[in-house]
């Protein structure tokens, strides 16, 4: 008897278990509204990284297919936001992997710079753009997008401490090159 109840209450459980991954799933209605509008923002932050909009398009749209075909891995809407532009910097990321492993990579140079010429503020960009790529996509992250340190440090798989004490570092940088 106890056997039988013990099985019945572990089916009880797996089907509530199954009734909540239900309710937290995300529909499709919702992740078209996300991506209506937080698209911009993910092209930009890819753009940030790759410096090329066809490989920053690229890079969104394969990290928009990875969060809708890892949906269920969300564990609160909330944090949609910082989740996706995780797997977006990690695609846009691994896109520069493998384009240093077929020796495609460009310099700079050839891109244009963020500031148009004449802007008051154009040196400052300038000299984010000449940072290194880890501490440029701090900078983007934080100061241009928003994201808390605490998002950053999940975006970036790095503590929160390396993301404050790179922040700061960088600051002084840019202190300097006034």
Same mark, same amino acid.
């Given at each position: 008897m106890v056997h039988l109840w013990h099985r019945e209450v572990m089916h009880w459980k797996c089907a509530q278990k199954g009734r909540k991954k239900l309710r937290r799933s995300l529909t +499709?209605?919702?992740?078209?509204?996300?991506?209506?509008?937080?698209?911009?923002?993910l092209v930009r932050l890819a753009m940030n990284i790759l410096h090329h909009p066809e490989d920053a398009d690229d890079a969104v749209a394969e990290a928009l297919c990875k969060a809708w075909e890892r949906r269920e891995q969300l564990r609160s809407p909330?944090?949609?936001? +910082?989740w996706v532009a995780k797997i977006t910097v990690n695609t846009a990321l691994s896109m520069i992997q493998k384009r240093k492993r077929v020796e495609l990579v460009e310099s700079m140079d050839d891109y244009p710079t963020t500031a148009e010429p004449g802007y008051p503020h154009s040196g400052i960009w300038h000299e984010i753009e000449s940072l290194a790529e880890q501490d440029r996509t701090l900078v983007y992250l934080y100061y241009i997008y928003g994201f808390s340190q605490k998002e950053i440090s999940a975006i970036l798989n790095i503590p929160t401490g390396t993301v404050k004490s790179r922040l700061y570092t960088v600051r002084q940088k840019l202190k300097n090159c006034r």
């Open positions: +499709s209605r919702q992740f078209e509204q996300f991506v209506a509008t937080e698209r911009g923002m909330d944090k949609m936001r +910082s």
